[in-house]
């Protein structure tokens, strides 16, 4: 995996796409990051004309054994309900795709039952991951199978023709889990990166807290040696692993990937470290609740445009974010410039800088 090759972003492209969003009739950089993050998906694609029309989420279901250790106020049989309304697309991040016209292929890659769930795909590696607090949650062969599930969906996904691909996740016990992963891959203490997650009071956060500093201790060695992947296999979960390969294979294949929640971000951070690079073929969507996710936007230096205090997860703030960059790109797909509008352009500060 550390030896897979990545080309980067076409950095000429994305000049060009900045130059043309520069020639439509607005303020100077009036669209702000979303000039950006256009000029980023042209560069990725390799192409200026942009187009985002075909748009999927893959949300990735899988449960986290450390649910064991009394840090969720849900019990773990949660995810398969939740999963099995998402392969019927009513949860939540299927009423939202529906409104936004984005398509959402939900993923068993982990759940705790031997049930198959009408609507959702079948790419279990196990029934869950083992309790981290005990023994690690999976073995490097687990988890490295679980990175190939979303590396192939990836291909699976471009070969249909989807032009953008978001992730999403649903797993109780999944923010301790990223939780975990932070502590361990950025260096902050257990109360730095513990939240609430899907609504913990403040018992079971200090439970929470108690179980991230207690598996710190008890792992010191293993995350003193870096080594990534080892952490995911320590660690879990089946669903951050399979969002790892989701961005591995963004920026293996040149579709860009956008970024949910915590949860996401987590992968995201976990693909960097497995696979350098990576950062620069995800956008993020937004700034989660949760504590940790400021953390990984340091780390990765992402700049999230939504901030209002989300954590839902399964995909739904990459869905919103979809619907912003689409009124966005009206403007850059029809493009009335200052030639169209007959305004003389004076120097400007981009061009004297
Ligand atoms: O996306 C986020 O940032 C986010 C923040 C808090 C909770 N969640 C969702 O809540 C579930 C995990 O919460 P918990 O408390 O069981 O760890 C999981 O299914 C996530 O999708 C998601
Ligand atoms: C009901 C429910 C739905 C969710 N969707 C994502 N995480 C979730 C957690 C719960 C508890």
């Not at 840090?71 to 773990?76: A, P």
């Given at each position: 995996m550390e030896k897979l090759k990545i080309i980067p972003p076409d950095a000429q492209i994305y000049a060009q796409v900045k130059a043309s969003w520069d020639k439509i009739a607005k303020p100077l950089d009036g669209l702000g990051q979303f000039e950006t993050m256009f000029a980023q998906i042209g560069a990725i694609t390799g192409?200026?004309?942009?187009?985002?029309?075909k748009k999927v989420i893959l949300t990735m279901c899988a449960d986290n054994g450390v649910v064991a250790e009394g840090?969720?106020?849900?019990?773990?049989e949660v995810t398969a309900v939740v999963a099995g309304f998402m392969g019927q697309q009513a949860s939540s991040v299927g009423k939202m795709a529906r409104r936004a016209g984005v398509d959402v292929i939900p993923v068993d890659i982990g759940i705790n039952t031997k049930e198959t769930l009408p609507g959702v795909r079948d790419c279990k590696v196990m029934q869950g991951t083992r309790d981290f607090l005990q023994e690690?949650?999976?073995?490097e062969e687990e988890a490295l199978q679980a990175l190939s599930v979303g590396i192939d969906l990836v291909r699976e996904c471009k070969d249909k023709g989807y032009q953008l691909i978001g992730t999403g996740e649903m797993g109780i016990g999944n923010t301790t889990t990223s939780s975990m992963l932070v502590a361990a891959l950025t260096g902050r203490t257990a109360e730095e990166v513990t939240g609430r997650g899907a609504g913990l009071n403040d018992a079971g956060l200090l439970r929470k807290q108690q179980v991230i500093a207690q598996a710190l201790e008890k792992y010191e060695k293993e995350i003193r040696s870096k080594h990534a992947l080892s952490m995911l296999a320590a660690f879990g979960g089946l669903d951050i692993a399979g969002m790892a390969g989701v961005c591995i294979g963004g920026a293996l294949y040149h579709v860009p990937v956008v970024l949910d929640g915590l949860i996401s971000s987590v992968a995201a951070l976990v693909a960097e470290r497995i696979v350098p690079g990576v950062r620069e073929f995800v956008l993020p969507s937004h700034l989660s609740k949760e504590p940790a996710a400021k953390w990984i936007a340091e780390e990765l230096k992402l700049h999230p445009v939504i901030d209002a205090g989300l954590g839902l997860g399964e995909g739904t703030g990459a869905v919103m974010l979809f619907s912003l960059l689409d009124l966005a790109l009206a403007l850059y797909e029809d493009q009335t410039t200052f030639d169209t509008m007959e305004i003389a352009q004076y120097e400007r500060y981009g061009e004297t800088e």
């Open positions: 192409s200026s004309s942009l187009s985002i029309e840090v969720s106020q849900s019990g773990q690690p949650a999976m073995t």
